[in-house]
């Protein structure tokens, strides 16, 4: 198997658990105004970022021939996160949940459109199957949703998929990865002040120190994805940020109390599956039964 492949999916799983973990932290937060979670989830990445790269010797520095991409992946990335948390403030969770995971199909559109990388038929069939295992798990009903929330956390999973292509197109031209979290992070955070200072609502100890413990795991998913996206195509490792759902899942159990029903089961049987068949196909043990 291609070594940057065995990297992206490695950095694509520890992106879903970081993910995973971020929700995790921002509900057990409470209830505080979503511009407050989303500064938090961006700061503390800036700073992870910074300290990264002074660790390894490395300056924040890139071409500036790739400042608009850097632009474009912090513009397309801030709009998808403050939208997944209107969504979430304003939809009942699974649908939220089912627009954000919407993203990576459009990360596969955007590459193949942008990026020209050619998607063969089995791997779209893999991720359309895995997408339908995830409603399965999510469940949404979006006859008990609004149309502008919905048309909002939709916006989030196009602008997320957007933003995720463009990190693969940066790290084509050499841009490091710390570079491009710190980049965004700090886009991100500064695009947030002016909501922070005019609608902060004050917390306790125990909800700033949940958020900053989101604000390091969401910090960890970005460094993930990031890796992940510039290793290898997103034809090849996507269907495995469908693995967020099931670490989603294990949170709920054992820190929640929460058991998934027997259609969230099926759901995530169907998602590892597809997961192993993509890793075969990709890996050419299935030529006997598919042609690439």
């Not at 924040?60 to 021939?65: A, E, L, P, R, V």
């Not at 997103?234 to 967020?244: L, M, R, T």
């Amino acid at each position: 198997m291609n070594s940057n492949k065995n990297k992206a999916i490695f950095c694509i799983l520890i992106s879903a658990l970081g993910f995973a973990t971020m929700s995790m932290f921002v509900k057990m937060a409470g209830d505080l105004p979503s511009i407050e979670k989303s500064f938090f989830r961006n700061i503390v990445a800036f700073f992870c970022a910074w300290f990264l790269l002074k660790q390894s010797g490395n300056a924040f520095t890139f071409d500036k021939k790739n400042l608009p991409a850097l632009i474009v992946r912090s513009s397309l990335g801030t709009i998808g996160i403050f939208c997944n948390f209107y969504a979430v403030d304003h939809l009942i969770l699974s649908d939220a949940n089912m627009l954000n995971k919407l993203s990576p199909f459009f990360v596969i559109i955007f590459s193949y459109l942008f990026l020209k990388e050619k998607v063969a038929p089995f791997q779209a069939g893999a991720v359309a199957i895995a997408f339908l295992g995830s409603l399965l798990i999510i469940k949404p009903s979006f006859a008990s949703a609004s149309l502008f929330p919905s048309a909002i956390g939709l916006l989030g999973g196009i602008t997320a998929g957007a933003a995720y292509t463009t990190v693969r197109y940066l790290g084509s031209k050499g841009v490091k990865g710390p570079v491009i979290v710190m980049f965004f992070s700090g886009f991100s955070t500064i695009c947030c002040i002016p909501f922070m200072v005019t609608g902060f609502v004050p917390m306790s100890l125990k909800q700033f120190i949940l958020l900053l413990c989101a604000g390091v795991a969401a910090a960890c998913g970005q460094f993930g994805v990031t890796a992940a996206y510039r290793y290898a195509p997103a034809k090849e490792i996507s269907i495995f940020d469908y693995s967020q759902i099931l670490f989603s899942a294990l949170y709920s159990i054992l820190i929640f109390g929460d058991f998934p029903d027997y259609l969230s089961v099926l759901g995530y049987i169907v998602i590892i599956s597809m997961s192993v068949l993509n890793f075969l196909y990709n890996n050419g043990k299935l030529k006997i039964l598919f042609k690439r």
